[in-house]
C-alpha cells in the first residue's frame, strides 16, 4: 500500500496531458479482455437505450411500464397519470425532426466547435437554428448530474470584456460594431466579467462565471459552493477571497504566493494546472471573436463539458450523453 501512496503521489505532480495518457494506459491494464473493435460498435450505435426504466417526464413517478418500440427507441406508459413517452422526451432532443443531426451538431462541439456560419452550411440549417442548437445542447449539460473537486484542487480567477454582442437578435451578429478590444478603465472594473476556474488532478474543471468586476466570496461561491469534495486541499494564489471561501466551505486551504516568486509550496501543492487551464481555455474563446456576457456562462459549461470528456475513449458519446440525452425535467 505504501507503494501505491508513492505513485498516487508521483501522479498527483503529471500536467493534465500526461495524466491523459496515463489513464489510458491504466484503462487498457484494467480491461485487457476488450477487444479493438469493441469501442467503435459501440460508438456507432444509436441514441442509448437504458435498461433501466426511467421516471415519467410528466409527473415524476417511477411506476411506469414498457409500452414498446419506435424508431428504435423504447416507449414507456406511466402507470400513475397515463402518459406515453419516450427515451428522448423532455431531453434537448424532444419534438426535433432532426435529432441525429443534433447529435452529429453535438459531436463537433465536442471536438471544440465550429463557426454558426459554417454550421449552417454543413448541417443546412438556418443561422438562428445553429445558434438555437448551440445553446439547447448546453442546457442539457446544465442539468447533468454535478461533479466535484478531489484531492489537489487549484482555482483562481481570469476575466474577460463585457459584452453585449448580438443583444437583440442573431441577425445582428453579422456586423458587429465593436470586436474584443480592451478595457478603457486600469484595473479591474465592470468592464471586466471574472471567471472561477477550479481543477482537480484526475482531470475534472469547474467553471463558471462569478459576478461582474471585483469578485466576491459569494461570486466564488456560485461557481465552486458544493462542488468541491470536503477532504479536497485547494490550492490559490493568496487572494484573501479564496481563503475566506474555503473557510467558510471548511476545505484545506493551501495559498501559493506567486508574487514571492514561490510557485510551488510542498511540491504538490500549486496551481499550474489551474493557470494552462486559463491559456488554454482563452485559445479556445479566441475562435469565437467575443461572446455576449450573457452567453458567457454556456460557453464556460461547454469548455468544461469538453474537458470533462476529453481524456475518455469515446470523447463524442460522452458528450452527447452528458448533454442531448440529458433529462431537462425530473
Ligand atoms: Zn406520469
Not at 66 to 80: E, P
Request: charge should be positive; hydrophobic fraction near 35%.
Amino acid at each position: 500500500m505504501d507503494q501505491v501512496e508513492h505513485i498516487a503521489d508521483l501522479i498527483a505532480s503529471l500536467s493534465s496531458e500526461e495524466l491523459t495518457v496515463l489513464r489510458q494506459k491504466i484503462a487498457f491494464l484494467a480491461l485487457p479482455s476488450i477487444k479493438p473493435g469493441d469501442s467503435t460498435t459501440q460508438a456507432t450505435q444509436p441514441i442509448s437505450t437504458p435498461k433501466e426504466k426511467p421516471p415519467c417526464p410528466a409527473c415524476g413517478s417511477s411506476f411506469v411500464k414498457r409500452a414498446g418500440k419506435y424508431r428504435g427507441r423504447n416507449r414507456y406508459k406511466c402507470l400513475s397519470c397515463s402518459k406515453r413517452f419516450n427515451d428522448l422526451t423532455a431531453t434537448p432532443l424532444a419534438g426535433i425532426h432532426s435529432g441525429d443531426k443534433l447529435r452529429e451538431f453535438a459531436a463537433r462541439m465536442a471536438e471544440g466547435g465550429e463557426s454558426l456560419r459554417k454550421s449552417t452550411k454543413n448541417f443546412d440549417i438556418s443561422l438562428s437554428t445553429a445558434f438555437k442548437w448551440r445553446h439547447k445542447i448546453l442546457r442539457g449539460y446544465s442539468v447533468a448530474p454535478a461533479r466535484k473537486l478531489k484531492g489537489i484542487a487549484e482555482a483562481d480567477e481570469t476575466f474577460f470584456l463585457y459584452s453585449e454582442k448580438g443583444d437583440k437578435s442573431v441577425q445582428e451578429r453579422r456586423k458587429p460594431r465593436k470586436r474584443g478590444g480592451k478595457a478603457t478603465k486600469v484595473g479591474i472594473s465592470d468592464e471586466q466579467v471574472p471567471v472561477v476556474v477550479g481543477c482537480d488532478r484526475q482531470g475534472e474543471m469547474i467553471l463558471g462565471v462569478a459576478g461582474r468586476g471585483r469578485i466576491s466570496v459569494k461570486d466564488i461561491e456560485q461557481v465552486l459552493g458544493k462542488r468541491v469534495d470536503p477532504r479536497a486541499v485547494l490550492c490559490t494564489d493568496s487572494h484573501a477571497i479564496f481563503r475566506a471561501f474555503a473557510k467558510a466551505n471548511r476545505i484545506k486551504y493551501k495559498p501559493v504566493n506567486i508574487r514571492k516568486g514561490r510557485r510551488i509550496v510542498g511540491k504538490v501543492n500549486h496551481i499550474q494546472h489551474v493557470n494552462s487551464a486559463h491559456t488554454r481555455l482563452k485559445t479556445w474563446m479566441a475562435r469565437f471573436k467575443g461572446v455576449s456576457t450573457k452567453r458567457l456562462d454556456n460557453y464556460m459549461q461547454w469548455y468544461g463539458l469538453m474537458e470533462e470528456t476529453k481524456p475518455l475513449d469515446d470523447t463524442k458519446e460522452a458528450f452527447i450523453g452528458r448533454s442531448v440525452t440529458q433529462r431537462l425535467r425530473n
